[in-house]
């Protein structure tokens, strides 16, 4: 599935977009298992954001093996030949393992839609899928430890794929269901953790074998908070969605110890069997007793072995500076040392970059200690609390970006009067690239234009930086002009994906530091030259003429100086920041986030040394193959697939059934819909198209109805929040009548973040050859709740007020229709149409309470109630078209009535 990046460096990422990949996590699982009850839950199940692969616009490209089709945008082809020239050995050495070899021939999508690394599965039985993002991890992340990039994602992404493509061994099943049983049978934890136990054992890296996660579970357990078994699959605590893999992994291994080697691949075949059995009973058939009770053991085993280890070691990790939250971390102190900048990051919250004083808060102590003076005066018998955290931190400054994005390493310019760091701002469709930012404490000014630069710091001189440039799986180090935002780059040709570069940091007298990834291992590299080092470097800043950084191995990661380690303690430690009095923040790693610790001033050597890492395993020798070219991708492969829905409201009813073509990058779609009804409902056929292959959008819609037949032609431009429309109807109604419409549109949308609160406002304009329409829109957001009001003006003649949209007419032929589900057809009619709408979200329900007042012809009407919206563009990955789903219940003219509406398109 999701092959969900939680780690140090890569939950730095937007909140949103992990919370977005969270709900696409689930999308299959509850696709299958909505099969056993009913298509229509599907439909809820599937509404979420679209997935194109990078633009369909692009210049795409495929290669093709035995086993594989590799889709991949141009710029990506270095990138993309080299994960095609491994797949087929992947798919034989995952296939052993696993114990099952699929036949089906896989699609694989190149793509890097957030900057960030990551992957996913779909394992659709007739047409799997892998998507893999270009972008490399650093040293700093979960999976950071690896030989090779490609082929760990390969390998973790196609373990999922064979082992959820092992077809039902009963008919019945085979037969109705379009999925493996293990996908809807198997818990969370046991999808993700067995494909984090293949990518272990077939790379002899991964996270199995890396430190992250051994450091994090020994520090969970220590402090008794290891998850419970109903949180492995996932739950709302720090890192709780990354325990299915991390936790996952670990209880497997340990299932595997006890019951031998065979046991899992057990697992799978009862999973499948002819006789139909819950998870639940596959299991105890294999491991004696249920999964919950040998989890109990299991964590009582790795609480022991850790709360030993922690009573034999000799901590030397300074004091605790200041507890923050989550995934909060990279400080950096000003030239001066008297401040320290860090980011903030928290659950459903905006990054924040605060400004904190290094000094002893002497405000805050004060205000503290007059607090409890008065509490005590009040009651004299009372008891004072006893403190063993610092007090929180009143901030100098903060910063909170006005689209509320992630905010990444932030560092001081040389004179300290403002701050470089990297933001990921969308392009003109959406996709993110990090840009160079400057903050002066009062404005922030943008130095990059989508320009992929991050991890910058500036040179002495402060008039340009060195920075790491990510560009289509390819990293290089470059020098950035922060006047112009221009680059120097080591060579104009993209460079070799051998090499990863990260953190490149420059000393005040001009030498140079960072870290690369060459030959299976992070290496730091001090004026070009490698520097030993007993593990994994990341992370070098800094400290007069020594450099420290953090070394990872066997578990442990623990801050270096020139090679000395100087640290020893629970959580790990991270994002070095030295202070020029001596003194040394980092981030260490505790149950409800990161805090922020230092070290006092001449700190001497640690005496620890870690116990002996277990051995690898021996990965299997993967072969490269010899690959034809590449071809262009034009219309894609089409293949077909089918849907259905219904329209149900007060004098409408009809029930609709289609089938799509189109290709898995979706850049041509085709729905052909027919539709059954009765009362205001239309019937008739359609056969509508979606040209996404240029820049600008085509689209076709021609439709057929017992009083109506006509076709649409539109064209549609997008640029990120705004989007322009035109195009044309022509209608045959009845023998003679015919008539043409000519219509164009455009919209705009803002957002802007103000702390925990975002308010976003909208504009739609409708203009056509007699009737033109204004919409404004806005909204208040501050985690779920939400408030939302609207007002739209048409002008014009012959309106009607009421109904539902049908997938087979297409939008312009609602032009002169207010559309309302709680309404019947022409509940209203006349000329010039005012109305707004006010909504809230309802605490704890998937609703949304409304209010709306209608004006038409003269005549008022109002309408309240609770509705659910659901809206999904097209998701070509899944061979689904785009679905607007509307579902309530209001009260209108002393009635109530109901609907449930769905209309595709492509």
Known sequence: MIFFVSCPAAMRANTKVATLRRRRLNILRTLARAMRVTPLLILFAIVGPALYAQSPAADWRTIETAHFHVHFPREYEQWATRAASRLESIREAVSKEVGFTPAQVVDVVVMNPIAEANGSAWPLLKSPRMIFYAEPPGPDESIGNYTDWIDLLAIHEYAHTAHMLRPSRNPLERALVPFDPIVFRAPRWVLEGYATVIEGRLTGAGRPNGTFRALLLRRWAEAGRLPSYGELDASRKFFGGSMAYLMGSAFLEWLEQK??????????????????????????????????????????ELTTSAIELDRARTLQEGELFQETSRNSGEPAVSPDGKQIGIVIRDRDQPDKLVIWSTGEPAEEEKKFKERVEKILERDPEDVGPLREKPLPRKAIHTLILPDGGDINTPRWMPDGKSILFSH??????????????????????????????????????????VAVQSRYGITQLATVHLAD?????????????????????????????????????????????????????????????????????????ELHRDGVIITTTRGGAFDPAPSPDGRIFFMSLDPDGYVLRVLPANTNAATFTPPPAPFAP?????????????????????????????????GHRALEAGARLGDVVGRL?????????????????????????????????????????????????????????????????????????????????????????????????????????????????SGSFRIAAQVQHDRGDELVLGGLASSILPRSAYAHRILDPALPVAALRGSDYDGWRIESTVPGLPFTAFY?????????????????????????????????????????????NWWLGMRWRP
Do not use: C
């Not at 990260?502 to 992070?522: I, K, L, M, N, Q």
């Not at 509508?688 to 076709?700: D, F, H, N, Y």
């Open 259 to 300: 019951r031998g080697p065979d046991s899992l691949r057990n697992l799978w075949l009862r999973l499948t069997a002819r006789h139909r059995r819950s998870f639940d009973e596959a299991f105890t058939g294999v491991f004696g007793d249920r999964a919950d009770r040998l989890y109990g053991r299991f964590l009582a």
């Open 424 to 465: 990921r701002a969308p392009d003109a469709e959406g996709f993110l690239h990090f840009d160079l930012y400057r903050w002066d404490f009062e404005n922030v000014t943008r130095v990059t234009h989508l320009a992929d630069v991050r991890e910058a710091d500036p040179y002495p001189d402060g008039v340009s930086a």
């Open 485 to 557: 935002g221009s680059l120097i780059t080591a060579t104009s040709e993209l460079p070799s994906y051998e090499v990863i570069y990260t953190h490149p940091r420059v000393s005040r007298d001009g030498r140079f530091a960072y870290v690369a990834h060459t030959r299976g291992e992070w290496t730091l590299f001090v004026d070009g030259k490698p520097v030993p080092l007993p593990g994994d470097a990341s992370s070098p800043e800094w400290m007069g003429s020594s450099v420290i950084a953090t070394v990872a191995k066997g578990g442990f990661a």
């Open 669 to 781: 779609d085709t729905l052909l819909i027919a539709s059954i009804g009765s009362g205001n409902a239309p019937e008739g056929v359609a056969l509508a198209s979606t040209w996404r292959g240029w820049p600008i959008e085509l689209q076709a819609h021609a439709f057929r109805t017992d009083d109506d037949t006509g076709i649409e032609l539109r064209a549609r431009w997008t640029h990120y929040r705004l989007a322009l429309e035109s195009g044309r109807l022509a209608r045959l109604r009845g023998a003679d009548e015919t008539s043409a419409l000519l219509f164009a549109n455009a919209s705009y949308s803002l957002r802007h973040v103000f702390g925990s609160w975002r308010i976003e406002e909208s504009l739609r304009v409708d203009v056509d050859d007699a009737h033109q329409r204004g919409i404004l829109g806005a909204s208040l957001r």
């Open 852 to 896: 709306q007042r209608h004006e038409l012809g003269g005549a008022r009407l109002s309408v309240y109630g609770l509705e659910a919206e659901l809206h999904s563009d097209p998701f070509p990955i899944l061979k689904l078209p785009a679905l607007g789903l509307t579902a309530g219940v209001a009260r209108a003219n002393q009635r109530t």
């Open 618 to 650: 021996i990965p299997p020798h993967l072969v490269t193959q010899s690959l034809p070219k590449s071809h262009a991708y034009g219309l894609g492969r089409q293949e077909f697939s089918w849907f259905a829905g219904t329209n149900v409201a007060r």
